[in-house]
């Protein structure tokens, strides 16, 4: 059996429902393509169970501070684990029908369940039907990475796409893989009773670049519970079926282990030697990041799948490029917003923009402010962690800021905007502040950038007055 059409999505994730509703707007002859569970992996697995989790974590872990408010009672308090696990299925429930019934519910003989693999550049072979596509979107979506020397462990080894089905939590575990992920659900964890050793092979966490602000944060965090920094895991199996967690010259026994290694596409079955393509070493089509085509094919690829930025509004972004130019003649390149990513950790971690490794630190101002005496910061009794901006150290425009705030998924979301319009920390400066409010921070950190970069231009002036370039 074989079906015609203007275009076929492959996966019907965050990136391929977006490319979809720039698709139907010009055409009705497509199809959408989904093997496995409908529902955004943000919404079934990822950005939205996740949250909830860290909410009743902050919401539990905020009776440590009753005594100095004045309240009493803390003590008392408990928190019922199988009750917390279902409460996030139940919100996460919500999220996924939300998706299913605004997308696939409402879709006819256009919706084709089954895994989809090329038989030709422009046909694609599920199940037992062949279909032919002027143009074709790569959107499968990714999976956590498991290293395979670990799969012998069973379900004690624990990934986003199994943590939230637990109806039970084990006493202890270790959280392997310290980046935003694994930050934000080890310090959850951690705060609703669980025994928890994060470790990380490299030296930071939380994916911050900054040497300052990763200094900052490893403070933080490592006074809730341990971290293992600057050595890979190792894991093997106790007499008492535990498991046995190396790090260097450190161990633990723990019930389970929650595997936050990163994800990695889905590929491998879409048999995409047929595209005849380049693909770097991770076997991902070679592609432009500005039309989402493929090597001039007519085939896009979008989402998770890229490989690169595995963020929901980088995949909506993508999802609506690749979608727009494959109902054109021709592909259009689009502006890549400014990038902004958040770890929902307490203190968030915040990064905008450029990071300090891109840039030339002996042409940039950076400024800092850390929130020990910031008013509202006080008030929350979450006064820890720093703002760090980077700008241009003539013209002041902004580049990019790392930042380990409370709240700080906000003043990310301003600095985003401000990159976007080009901003510089003068402009920024001049917008209004309210008192008091965690951006005072941001005023603070403004104010002290430009003093550094007034008394630059000052010292150039100096300098061509006395001769010197």
Known sequence: MKKEVDVAIIGAGSAGLFALSKVRRETNNFVLINGGETGTTCSRVGCMPSKVMIQVAEDFHRRKIFDREGITGADALG?????????????????VDQVLSSSTDQMGEEFIEGYARFVEPDVLQVNDQFIRARRIIIATGSRPFVPSAWQAFGDRIVTT??????????????????????????????RLGITITGIEQLDTVGGLIDPASNQIAVA????????????????STTEDGRLLVSSGDREVTVDKVLASLGRIPNLEDLNLDVLDTPRDERGIPLHDPHTMQINGLPVFIAGDATGDRAILHEAGDEGRIAGFNAVQDSPAAFLRKPSLSIAFCDPNIVLVGASLDELDENSIAVSEIRLGPVGRALIMGRNKGALRLYADRVSGKLLGASMVVP??????????????????????????FYHPAIEEALQACLKGMIGDIEAQADELLEMKSMGID
Not at 168 to 189: F, K, N, R
Not at 222 to 235: C, D, V
């Open 407 to 432: 709240q700080g998924e906000h003043i990310g979301h301003l600095l985003a905007w401000a990159l976007q319009q080009e901003m510089t920390v003068h402009e920024l400066y001049k917008m209004p």
């Open 220 to 235: 933080i965090f490592g006074k809730e519970f341990p971290l293992w920094l600057g050595h890979a895991a190792e894991i």
């Open 161 to 190: 796409d199994s943590l939230f089905e637990l109806e039970d939590l084990p006493g202890s575990m270790a959280v392997i893989g310290m980046g935003a992920v694994g930050l934000e659900l080890g310090q959850a964890l951690h």
């Open 79 to 95: 928190v019922d684990i199988p009750d917390v696990l279902e409460y996030i299925r139940d919100l996460r429930d919500v999220f």
